[in-house]
């Protein structure tokens, strides 16, 4: 780890160190320990470079560091803290030993956080997990992808935050604006709010040459950062010390083995306001114990395979197709005949609603009943916040084959295809 | 709580003006060493940041500007290396280029303090339900609040895209206690539950707060009668510091300045001389501890002025009226800061037109301002077939909305009709 060789320095003519040798292992303690001029302080001055050695090697992890600048030799995460100055007084030893840490990359990560911000936890849970880590955080919030591309590229953000299928808008609009994501600053995303597969993944990882990783969280339970991925990349470590996990089979209740898929249980054991117990996810994962080469102790659960109720998942809103009708009887006065139509349109997700059109939303005029599909397309956005595309279809189009007609067509594809 | 600092809201004038020059000292030289621009500008003047050695001198420093901001988009004007930065907010800026600013941990626990200060001074406690109604143009504000009433202890519900009547429901079932918005949209508000039916004495609203426009006596009146709160107003310039810099407290004459954090002139917008006390000029803000974002005579293009008197409250700090204007053509709308400027860039991009002629037209509709884009009918946009226009239309609301954070309407109108009105291209018809 630190290696030195036959240093000898100098304090101008007078010969201070002459030949010190001194090995330190990893997770090893050492102390020097010697009268007065002994030349202890030297010897560390010299190791962190506020003293040259004329002679000999100081080296640290495999590298030669005698002659570095002194700030240099603190970026590459050696600290010294000198006890005769008291400068941090009143911390604890450890405390003052962390401090080596102090210039670690992640405080100059730029981290680009552009989930909605409102009620949806998952923006403001990540925007300050990052401010904690030192990381500097833009909130640019959703829309005006165009927008968010210059961001991208002027703030020099390192680490975008978003839904997957918003990466892959953004990638994109950075190729419709004939931007070279290879000049951007761009190394890693964290994506989250809706399922996604593997195939998704390299798409993101392919256009924008970053490295993407999986998260978990829900707002009952937490928001984001309930489990998450090392770089690693095979399961998300859960926050065990904050969460209790289960696997249980949906319909029996009965716990499932690891490796098992089924329905994720949550029991939080450390939140105060709000605490869930055995909180059944709706989600499908199965549950992994055993050691992460990361180094990392805490269990992991596979990413989210899908759902087991009818919830379905569009632009990271949650909705239950069934919610919907209320919604657009408020508008139309009667309940009306409709089919949700979820997919894909330039890599990102739109909720379509199809309408059987009753007499009651008949009308003459194209104007009126323009104006009603105006009213029904807003109910539903300040309901869901969602914009849907609304299409009124023929009476009886629907129904026609009402056995086999599913309440939600998905065609985004991938895991919850249907 | 009567204070939420009182220590400092109550310092007297001596120790104030002893803290206010260490900071300035303090501040200048910051800038002076860190930042290019701040450093050209003392040395083309042949100024050094020691020659200020009371805090009179300030007048001795040259103004900044808007258009300075986003001269240096978008690190130019931060003073700390980017690893201390904590926080970076866009925003769309009112001059030509968009203005980013940035703060570092310690920032962000002073704007936490100078929030609950104006929050405390409303009333605000921790076991109050704070609810945030606020215009997507305003969101880094509404973090800002919420940060500041978390600070304090209160539950805050942030801002969100609801409907007006989803926000008075979630206001009801909620039992929300404290209302921060703006005072056009608390009328709104007000609108709404008439034609709703609901009777303000079914909500547990003790107080409103109202940033991002300016209250007028009239409007605190018809709101505090209607709804049986306390309202008092907070100010800020837009995008660039907190929403309660300078605060009212239960006086409800005048807003109370964070004097320790910040200095304030008011003048005279032509000659940039300062004003007499209770004259009115332009507001100037000099950031006394901003790390990250150091702002020097900064000039708001608010108009206000001096109160002279000490207030009853028992707060030390001076006081400034509410804003009764803005300098220049910077237009507020609904608590968003617009220049024109900004609209016809938005109208060149989207349009196709290259200098495309419109004009501003602003009006009120059940106490919201609405804004309205009457643009001339030219090749570019016109086609015989409606749907183009159409889309094209929709495509500049879009742009219009994510710009600016506000819903305009687009009305195409021949030359001659915009020619009625004896405004150039740009021009503002202001029927508020």
Redesign the interface.
């Known amino acids: 780890m630190l290696r030195l060789r036959s240093v000898h320095s100098y304090y101008s003519n007078a010969h201070v160190l002459k030949g010190i040798s001194l090995h330190v292992r990893p997770g090893e303690l050492i102390a020097l320990i010697g009268a007065n001029g002994a030349g202890k302080t030297t010897t560390l001055k010299t190791i962190s470079g506020l003293v040259k050695a004329r002679r000999g090697e100081v080296g640290f992890r495999g590298a030669d560091i005698a002659g570095l600048a002194p700030n240099k030799i603190v970026r590459q995460g050696l600290s010294h803290v000198p006890e005769g100055r008291q400068i941090f007084a009143k911390m604890t030893v450890w405390a003052n030993l962390e401090l080596g840490g102090y210039l670690l990359r992640d405080r100059e990560d730029v981290v680009q956080v552009a989930f909605n911000y409102g009620l949806f936890t998952g923006a403001f849970g990540l925007h300050y997990g990052a401010e904690q880590i030192g990381a500097s955080v833009v909130p640019s919030s959703v829309g005006n992808t165009r927008r968010q591309v210059r961001i991208l590229k002027d703030y020099r953000t390192t680490t975008l935050v978003c839904t997957p299928s918003y990466a892959l808008r953004i990638a994109e609009v950075i190729k419709q604006m004939g931007v070279d994501p290879k000049i951007l600053a761009l190394k890693q995303g964290l994506f989250g709010g809706e399922p996604w597969g593997e195939e998704v993944r390299q798409a993101i990882e392919e256009r924008l040459y970053i490295k993407a990783y999986d998260n978990y969280g829900l707002s009952e339970v937490m928001g984001p950062g309930v489990a998450g991925e090392c770089p690693n990349r095979a399961g998300m470590h859960v926050a065990e010390d904050h969460f209790i996990t289960e696997i249980i089979d949906p319909d029996t209740g009965e716990v499932l083995q690891n490796g098992t898929t089924g329905e994720l249980v949550l029991t939080t054991v450390t939140k105060e306001a709000f605490p869930v117990i055995r909180f059944r996810t709706g989600d499908l994962a199965s549950l992994d114990d055993s050691p992460c080469p990361c180094g990392r102790t805490l269990a992991r659960i596979s990413r989210i395979s899908g759902r087991c109720d009818d919830i379905i998942i569009v632009k990271g809103v949650n909705i239950y197709p069934g919610a919907v009708g209320p919604i657009l009887e408020a508008v139309t006065g009667v309940a009306p005949v409709y089919q949700l139509v979820v997919g894909l349109e330039n890599d990102q997700d739109f909720l379509g609603i199809r309408i059987e059109v009753s007499e009651a939303m008949f009308f003459d005029k194209m104007e009126r009943q323009r104006a009603m599909v105006d009213r029904l397309r807003k109910k539903v956005r300040d309901t869901l916040g969602i914009t849907p595309r609304i299409w009124l279809v023929e009476a009886g189009s629907i129904r026609q084959d009402e056995e086999t007609a599913p309440m939600v067509v998905d065609r985004r594809g991938g895991p919850e295809a249907s | 709580m009567k204070f939420w600092n009182g220590e400092n809201e109550q310092m007297v004038k001596e120790d104030l003006e002893q803290v206010q020059l260490e900071r300035l000292q303090s501040t200048l030289n910051r800038a002076y060493k860190n930042v290019q621009f701040y450093g050209r500008q003392f040395d083309s003047l042949g100024i050094h940041p020691n020659a200020v050695s009371s805090v009179e001198d300030i007048t001795k420093l040259p103004f900044t500007t808007r258009k300075d901001l986003g001269d240096n988009?978008?690190?130019g004007l931060f003073a700390v290396p980017?690893?201390?930065?904590?926080?970076?907010?866009?925003s769309a800026g009112t001059a030509v280029k968009p203005v980013?600013v940035?703060y570092t941990?310690g920032d962000?626990k002073v704007r936490d303090t100078i929030t609950a200060r104006f929050l405390t001074a409303g009333g605000v406690i921790d076991t109050d339900i704070v609810q945030i109604c606020l215009n997507?143009g305003l969101?880094?504000w509404?973090?800002a609040l919420k940060e500041g009433a978390e600070h304090i202890g209160a539950s805050v519900?942030?801002?969100?895209?609801?409907?007006t009547s989803?926000q008075l429901m979630a206001m009801e079932d909620y039992r929300t206690s404290v209302l921060l918005t703006t005072p056009s949209y608390a009328m709104h508000m007000l609108g709404v539950m008439d034609a709703m039916n609901t009777d303000a004495k079914r909500l547990a609203l003790k107080a409103i707060l109202v940033v991002g426009e300016p209250l007028t006596q009239e409007t605190r009146g018809v709101l505090e009668a209607a709804f049986h709160v306390d309202v008092t107003a907070g100010y800020g310039p837009s995008d660039v510091m907190g929403p309660g810099i300078a605060f009212e407290c239960h006086e409800k004459n005048g807003l109370h300045i964070c004097e320790d954090h910040l200095l304030v002139e008011i003048v005279d917008p032509d000659s940039g001389d300062p004003c007499a006390s209770g004259q009115t000029g332009e507001v100037v803000l000099t950031t006394l501890t901003a790390r990250a974002f150091p702002l020097i005579r900064f000039r708001t293009g608010d108009l206000a002025s001096a109160v002279a008197e000490t207030c009853p409250c028992g707060r030390t700090l001076a006081r400034m009226t509410g804003i009764t204007g803005h300098t220049g053509e910077v237009l507020t709308i609904r608590g968003v800061k617009v220049h024109p400027a900004q609209i016809e860039r938005i109208l060149k991009g989207a349009s196709g037109a290259s200098s495309p002629r419109f004009l501003v037209h602003l009006y009120k509709e059940k106490h919201l301002d609405m804004i309205e884009i009457w643009l001339e009918i030219t090749d570019a946009i016109f086609s015989d077939e409606v749907k183009v226009v159409e889309k094209a239309l929709i495509r500049l609301r879009q742009?219009m909305?994510?710009?600016l954070g506000l819903e305009a309407a687009i009305k195409l109108m021949e030359a001659s009709t915009l020619d009625r009105y004896a405004a150039p291209s740009g021009g503002v018809i202001d029927d508020r």
Do not use: A, E, T
Not at chain 2, 82 to 90: Q, T, W
Not at chain 2, 157 to 162: F, G, I, N, R, T
């Open positions: 988009y978008p690190y980017l690893r201390d930065i904590v926080r970076i907010s866009p980013v940035g941990k962000l997507p969101s880094g509404g973090r519900m942030p801002m969100s895209h609801m409907s989803k742009q909305f994510q710009m």
